[in-house]
């Protein structure tokens, strides 16, 4: 079990949060996400339903790591806005990742069995217009 959070600490990442939610509205960070989108989908700009764009590197990671406090400071922080940072997820694949990230430590057993199951899966070109095979 971790320790209990402080007052102090629980008020700190509140505001934490709020911060990386006044980010993701800024209209740059929308540009950065519709730069990702428009590199990653074919059928760009008819995205396909469920399609997120996810840091590589978590966003909320890079915020501390380069210490940034405020809106204007992420703005002129041009590492956050890199669209190589980015890439696009469908919504289940976004979750899967996010929740395996959260993971220090994984098995050499794990890695072999997803890397098995990976080179079993077919790739989603993420294309709206894409044609599904029909059930005979």
Request: hydrophobic share 30%; glycine share 6%.
């Amino acid at each position: 079990m971790g320790r209990r959070l402080t007052k102090e600490d629980r008020i700190e990442r509140n505001k934490f949060r709020r911060l990386i939610k006044m980010i993701r509205e800024t209209n740059k960070y929308f540009n950065w996400r519709r730069k990702c989108l428009k590199r990653d989908v074919r059928s760009y700009p008819d995205i396909p339903k469920g399609v997120q764009v996810h840091h590589i590197r978590e966003l909320s990671k890079l915020v501390r790591k380069y210490e940034i406090t405020t809106v204007k400071g992420a703005l002129r922080c041009d590492v956050l806005w890199e669209v190589d940072l980015g890439i696009s997820l469908k919504r289940g694949e976004h979750y899967i990742f996010t929740k395996l990230g959260r993971y220090k430590y994984i098995t050499k057993g794990f890695k072999r069995l997803m890397q098995r199951w990976l080179d079993n899966t077919k790739t989603d070109y993420l294309d709206v217009n894409k044609k599904k095979k029909r059930k005979p």
